[in-house]
Every structure is written in C-alpha cells, then in structure tokens.
C-alpha cells in the first residue's frame, strides 16, 4: 500500500507540474512567437529608403522580442520575388514582408498577380516622410489651389511627373480625379530626375521628399505649393497640405508588415503587439526624428481597415484611368 501511494503521489505531482508549464507557455507571448530568427524581406536594394526604415524596425524589433531579427533585401522582378518569397512561406510568422502599398500598386496594376487575399495584414511600421508638389521657382503659383484653378482653365497644357505604371502614377491620376484637371504625364521616376526636370522646364510640377523639397526651396531651386499628406508635419509647419487649401489631393505611405495567409491570429496579435513600444523606444523616435517620419501605433483590425481602404482606392484609380 506504502509503495502504490508514493507512485500515485508521484504521478499526481508529475501532472501538475506538466499542467503548470503548459499554463505558463500558454500565456507568454514567446510561446506563440517567435520561435526561432526572424526573416524581415525586403523587396528593394541594400541603401534606399524601404531598405534603411527596415533595418530601423528590424534592431528594434530585435531589442523588443530577445530574438535574432534579419533583413534579407531581395529587389528582383520588382520586388515580386520578394512577395512570393512571403506568400509561399510558412505562416508562422517567422517570414515576414516589410514593404510600402506599392505592393497594392502592383497587384492593381497587373504586374504582381495576387490579391491582397493571398497575405496576412500584421501591422504598420512607419509612414515615409511627407510628400510635396513643387515647381519651378518663377512659377506663378503660390500654393497648390492657384496652380488647380490655372490647369483648369488650361486642360493639357501643365506636365507632371511621374514613374509610368508606379505610386507616382496613382497619386497624379488622384490629383487630376479629384480636381477634374487634365496633366500631361512625363516619365521622371527619380526624385533626382523630377528636380532637374522641374529645374529644366521640361515638366510643371512634381512630387518630393519634404526635406529635399525645404532645401531646395531654402536654395531658391523651387517652390512648394503643398504638402500630399493629409495632416501637417509639424517640423515643416511652412507646407500646407493640399486638403487645407481645398483640393484633395492627399496619398498616404504607410511601411507595413504582411506575412502569408493562413497565420494563427494569436501570432498576429503577437507581432502587432511587439510593435506597440516603437512609441516610448528612444532609439526609434531619434531615428524617426532625423529622417521627419512617425510611427502610430494600430490594433491589427485597425490596420486590416487601412489596407482595404487603400486596396479600394488603389484598384478604383487603376481602373478609371486605365493604368495596366
């Protein structure tokens, strides 16, 4: 009797123990992810922006889970080896996507095949620093409202600027359904090709990076009629946005984290969550600060909401002016 009671006794602890681990791991996020390295694709070259706002959220990252987090640049086909490279992985969370909407820009148009169906939402990383319209510096506009009132006056008359079939296409094509002016549009892919474009007289206005924009402005090379952004950037308090002069004209770019479809959503929940602390991490917010980018934190149904919006918007534009 002596010897079954200290079996019993001893299979009793062994149970309580195994339920007490398991309890334990069931509540710790490191039990739903991650579990092993981290792979962050990113689908441009090693030194752009993309690139360099991707090592930003990936030390972070690193610094906030305890775990080894890599960035694996990989710009082929456009960025479209990239995104199969997420797509067909293990929806684990372990693979990752670090890339802008033009992802959405891609599918729209055609050059990327799959949906916004095919990927799981996760989070938004940063947003890129605001975008202006700028001009020459003896344009006859002084803000984006004169510039709309004159083009529509003059229907073709005015070029634009932009990279056929990309973001640039789209934000153009919002500017002139929006305003229901006509533009001429000029292949100019590069910030550096639309400066000395402008600068050259072979196109009206383009659009730019709010802190080259404020040099060249300061330098007497340009005039800024408007900020794209929706909402004013409080370091260049001397741009108004579009939307504030009257003319919708305002594109958001959001750095966002997809993984493939099918992921658990408690691991989803898991990386959003692992997010949060980009708003209190000192390091982040100093990075953040030089290059005049933020971060907002958004719940994982907050982002699923931004994504369908822009994938709405996207397709909507693509197919009112015909960009295939």
Same mark, same amino acid.
Not at 70 to 85: K, L, S
Not at 87 to 105: C, Q, S, Y
Not at 240 to 251: E, K, L, M
């Given at each position: 009797?002596?010897?079954? +009671? &200290? ?8 149970? *309580? *123990? ?8 069931? @509540? ?18 090693? +030194? @752009?922006?993309? /690139? ?16 080894? =987090?890599?960035?694996?640049?990989? #710009? ?21 996507? *670090? ?29 890129? #620093? #605001?975008?202006?319209?700028?001009? &020459? $510096?003896?344009?006859?506009? /002084? ?8 083009? &529509? ?11 056929? @079939? +990309? ?33 050259? +007289? ?21 005039? =800024? ?5 929706? /909402? $004013?950037? $409080?370091? *260049? ?6 939307? /504030? ?8 770019? #959001? ?6 479809? @099918?992921?658990? $959503? ?17 390091? =982040? ?40």
């Amino acid at each position: 009797m002596k010897k079954s +009671g &200290a079996v019993l006794l001893c299979l009793l602890t062994a149970v *309580f *123990f195994l339920n007490a681990e398991g309890s334990q791991e069931s @509540g710790s996020e490191k039990a739903v992810w991650p579990k092993g390295n981290v792979q962050i694709i990113v689908p441009a070259k090693a +030194g @752009g922006g993309t /690139d360099i706002n991707a090592r930003i959220f990936a030390e972070y990252l690193q610094r906030e889970i305890g775990s080894p =987090v890599v960035v694996v640049n990989q #710009p082929t086909a456009g960025g479209t080896v990239a995104y199969e490279q997420v797509r067909t992985a293990k929806p684990d969370g372990m693979t990752l996507l *670090f890339n802008h909407t033009g992802i959405i820009v891609q599918m729209a148009t055609g050059r990327y095949e799959y949906t916004m169906d095919d990927f799981t939402p996760v989070a938004i990383a940063q947003s890129y #620093p #605001p975008q202006v319209y700028g001009v &020459a $510096p003896d344009a006859p506009w /002084d803000n984006i409202r004169e510039f709309v009132d004159d083009a &529509a006056k003059n229907p073709g008359k005015y070029t634009i600027g932009i990279s056929l @079939g +990309g973001t640039t296409h789209f934000i153009a094509g919002m500017l002139m359904e929006n305003t229901g002016i006509e533009l001429k549009l000029v292949e100019a892919s590069s910030e550096v090709d639309k400066v000395a474009a402008i600068q050259g +007289g072979h196109i009206t206005i383009g659009n730019l990076g709010v802190t080259s924009a404020q040099q060249y402005e300061e330098a007497g090379k340009m005039k =800024v009629l408007c900020l794209i952004d929706a /909402d $004013p950037a $409080p370091k *260049f308090p001397q741009f108004v946005p579009a939307v /504030d002069q009257g003319v919708n004209a305002s594109w958001i770019a #959001p750095l966002c984290i997809w993984g493939p479809k @099918g992921m658990d $959503p408690a691991v989803v929940e898991a990386i959003n969550a692992a997010t949060k602390n980009m708003l209190t991490d000192k390091t =982040v917010q100093e990075q953040l600060d030089k290059m005049s980018e933020t971060f907002k934190y958004r719940t994982v149904a907050e982002v699923e909401e931004l994504l369908k919006k822009e994938e709405e918007k996207i397709t909507t534009l693509a197919n009112k002016l015909n960009i295939q």
